[in-house]
């Protein structure tokens, strides 16, 4: 269970990237979303890597403030190490659509949970908290 957010990361860090290309018309490919998604799923691998490590939960709203600010200054990193774009304007769009997606998506979760009851462990960031 602690993991079922991973997959969920991904699709949204893909998403964001699709979304990127279509307002852009760069073309909706999957190899090119791929590549535009790339270096953020580097970012995304990492902070899950840190979350295994300290046995947190994903889906926690703690997790979503350690995934998404991991995802954006790693994909930055490694776009920059690259040689694609990192100019001002679209890391602040990315900053602020990547916070919306994978930090709103478990504040959305959370919300959810806390009307059915079952939000305990939403706020607590071990996945061993009380549930």
């Known amino acids: 269970m602690r993991f ?10 893909l998403l964001f990237a699709a979304i990127g290309r279509s307002s852009h018309e760069e073309g909706l490919t999957l190899l090119g979303t791929l590549e535009t998604a790339g270096p953020f799923l580097v ?5 899950w890597a840190v979350l295994s490590a300290r046995s947190w939960a ?54 959810v949970r806390r009307r059915t009851g079952r939000a305990a462990h939403d706020l607590g960031h071990r996945s061993g908290a009380a549930r």
Do not use: C, N, Q, Y
């Open 43 to 47: 970012g995304v691998a990492l902070a």
């Open 58 to 111: 994903g889906g926690g709203l703690v997790a979503g403030l350690l995934v998404w600010p991991t995802t954006v200054i790693v994909g930055m990193g490694v776009r920059r190490l690259v040689g694609e774009g990192t100019a001002t304007s679209f890391v602040v769009v990315a900053t602020i659509v990547l916070a919306v997606l994978l930090v709103g998506s478990r504040l959305v979760a959370h919300l």
């Open 4 to 13: 079922l957010w991973l997959p969920v990361d991904v699709a949204l860090v």
